[in-house]
């Protein structure tokens, strides 16, 4: 993915190179646009070496290709980290006089700022109206976070860490993700798994370094004819996230994405794009074959029309009512689990309409004892809520059914508590 790390004129830009790093390690494509006065806190070399791509601040730099309009339509995202007080203002009132704030104007990409600013900046009417003014349009607000300032007083308006800006920035375009088909070949990796943390990352956690990922994400449709299916609702947020959170953390993920967009999955993650309950089997069964872990985050259609129609159906014939034989489909997860190689991990997924976490939980129970997977994700769905949002709410069971661990916050942050509870297991 492209991405337009933007830095303006505050204490915290030397934070950003740690961003701006771990988005290259995770295999984007960075661009670093600094303000005038970003450029007064880290020099221009700092950005051109950690980015790998040449660096300008002037407007007037690179005028034969129009650089602002180029860097803004080739922009999967654009982050914006520290985002003074200032640049906040100028991008609420459309006001383009250096090269970031014309980029972002040229752009059609979702836009991520990380505030920061002294508290009494931050609080002010003007500051708070003008982020009120972003946000409706669209622009995801991280931080900032509450804590000792530059000077000797604390309170609201340190940047938010890295770490958290790229997770929250990723969740947010992975969520926007276009619908396209998307393929890649599986990297064969060394069966080596290395439990050891990257300082020099930033905090980049490779501790799933060549661990085998299957992840399926979306939610399978079953056509009655050429151009209707059933379907459910399910958008692959939470899936995706999890094959985002596993690569990143150096795992060689395949992601068997299920009728949703794979554009904004990140460089190096194996897409296979499946439409059916029976092509996502096929494509989960050959993935899974020297997997280390599997997970079933798709969301399975659990019976499909017992005859596809070759021609529309169509109304004249059918009446007033029309009724559907539909078969049973195979239990994905439970044949997985059934038929695992020795040392792989399975775990699977249960989005459950039940209000009562105690009757949840029961649910939970019995449906991990039914699949024989080793843990089950267990989230409470319902018109409104658990799908398609950027945030979840799990519970984890093992197959004694104990809570392993529960979370909430979003998709990605979610996914990396996953893992943490799940692959520990892992041999
Ligand atoms: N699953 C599967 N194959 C199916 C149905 C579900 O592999 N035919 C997997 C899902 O990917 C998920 C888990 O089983 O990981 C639970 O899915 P869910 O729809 O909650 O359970 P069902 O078995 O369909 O039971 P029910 O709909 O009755 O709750």
Not at 8 to 14: E, F, P, W
Not at 45 to 73: C, F, I, K
Not at 227 to 238: D, E, H, I, L, T
Request: glycine share 10%.
């Amino acid at each position: 993915m492209t991405i337009v790390v933007g830095v303006t004129g505050g204490i915290a830009a030397y934070k950003t190179v740690s961003l701006v790093r771990g988005f290259v390690l995770a295999g984007h494509d960075v661009h670093v646009v600094p303000t005038e006065a970003a450029l007064r806190f880290v020099g221009t070399p700092t950005w051109e070496a950690v980015s790998r791509n040449p660096v300008t601040a002037d407007l007037y730099d690179g005028v034969d290709e129009v650089r602002h309009v180029a860097l803004g339509q080739k922009a999967d995202l654009i982050v914006i980290a520290p985002a003074t007080a200032n640049t906040i203002a100028k991008l609420a009132h459309g006001i383009a006089d250096d090269l970031l704030t014309n980029t972002v104007l040229a752009s059609k990409a979702p836009v991520v700022i990380a505030p920061a600013m002294h508290t009494g900046m931050w609080q002010a009417p003007a500051t708070q109206a003008n982020v009120r003014t972003l946000r409706e349009r669209g622009v995801v607000v991280v931080g900032p976070a509450s804590g000792q300032l530059t000077g000797s007083d604390s309170g609201p308006g340190r940047m938010e860490e890295p770490d958290d800006i790229a997770r929250a920035a990723l969740t947010h375009v992975l969520g926007q993700a276009p619908a396209t088909q998307g393929s890649a070949a599986p990297a064969s990796a060394a069966r080596s798994r290395r439990a050891r943390v990257d300082s020099a990352s930033a905090g980049t956690r490779l501790d799933l370094d060549g661990l085998r990922v299957v992840v399926t994400a979306g939610g399978t449709r079953e056509p009655f004819d050429p151009v209707r299916f059933m379907g459910n609702r399910s958008s692959g947020k939470q899936g995706m996230a999890i094959a985002a959170a596993a690569a990143a953390r150096g795992a060689v993920v395949t992601l068997i994405a299920a009728n949703v967009g794979t554009d904004a999955v990140p460089d190096g993650i194996a897409v296979e794009s499946v439409s059916t309950t029976l092509e996502l089997e096929k494509a989960v069964t050959d993935a899974a074959g020297d997997a280390d872990v599997v997970i079933m985050a798709a969301a399975v259609a659990d019976y499909r029309p017992a005859q596809v129609q070759q021609g529309k159906i169509k109304k004249e014939h059918t009446g007033d009512r029309l009724t559907v034989e539909f078969v049973v489909n195979p239990d994905i997860l439970a044949e997985l689990s059934a038929a695992r190689p020795e040392g792989q991990l399975v775990i699977g997924f249960a989005a459950e309409t039940e209000k009562d976490p105690a009757t949840l939980l029961e649910l939970g129970r019995s449906k991990i004892a039914r699949k024989g997977c080793d843990f089950l994700v267990v989230n409470n769905v319902g018109w409104n809520h658990g799908f398609a949002t950027d945030d979840n709410d799990v519970i984890v069971l093992n197959r004694a059914g104990d809570i392993v661990m529960e979370a909430s916050g979003t998709k990605l942050s979610v996914a990396d508590r996953i893992l943490d509870a799940t692959l520990s297991r892992v041999p």
